[in-house]
């Protein structure tokens, strides 16, 4: 059964830090989806990544294979940026394993 | 338009009442998802169509009927339901079911049973 760990759980930053969210899986997958969500709000996948790094403005994404690991960076973070992020692994199916997410407020 | 709405955004509803949620897309998409989610939780996957056929029930209480009556279009029927029901209720699609496929969500209709 595939697990998902996100890390950490709660992160508060300062407007302007370079942030990391890290997700760990344990069985091999297809791909590694990373998502927002906005307090109240709807999901928007940021990545879907099935190797190697990713990059849309101020998110990147990488993933190692081997080491069953992927990590979200965010540069230059912003308040904006305040909202849960959620790792999700897909294997062969559909289906999605969703991390617990990681709680980030970033102040000004 | 790479946009999933949903209707509506907030629904309160008494453990008698019978209400419908619903979920529109117009990207082509032949899969289409229905998530609950309550607070501080991932989302649990409840129902999976494709092809306008119900693929995946996850032995969700048939107080909830999904129904799909055209591509576009997903709807999930409530009827007698439970305070432990009230949650974020999330539609998502993607353009098949299977293979890696990015899921588009939608905003999501927060309901709440008294």
């Known amino acids: 059964k595939n697990e998902v760990e996100q890390s950490p759980q709660n992160l508060t930053a300062q407007e302007g830090e370079f942030i990391t969210i890290n997700c760990s899986y344990s069985v091999g997958i297809s791909a590694l989806h990373w998502l927002q969500q906005h307090p109240g709000g709807g999901i928007v996948s940021l990545f879907m990544l099935s190797s190697g790094k990713k990059k849309h403005g101020r998110l990147i994404a990488t993933i190692n294979i081997q080491e069953k690991h992927s990590s979200l960076h965010i540069t230059a973070s912003h308040p904006r940026d305040s909202a849960v992020y959620i790792c999700a692994s897909q294997g062969g199916s559909e289906k999605l394993v969703f991390g617990k997410g990681t709680k980030l407020t970033v102040n000004p | 338009d790479t946009e999933v709405t949903q209707t509506p955004k907030h629904l309160v509803m008494g453990m008698t009442n019978k209400k419908s949620l619903k979920c529109e897309q117009h990207m082509g998409h032949r899969a289409m998802y229905w998530y609950k989610q309550k607070a501080k939780k991932p989302p649990e996957l409840m129902f999976v169509y494709s092809y306008e056929k119900l693929s995946i029930n996850e032995s969700v209480p048939s107080r909830f009927s999904p129904e799909c009556p055209n591509s576009s279009l997903l709807n999930l029927h409530l009827h007698a339901l439970q305070p432990e029901d009230s949650a974020l209720y999330l539609c998502?699609?993607?353009?098949?079911?299977?293979?890696?496929?990015?899921?588009?969500f939608g905003p999501g209709t927060r309901l709440t049973v008294l």
């Open positions: 998502a699609s993607s353009q098949e079911e299977t293979g890696v496929r990015e899921q588009y």
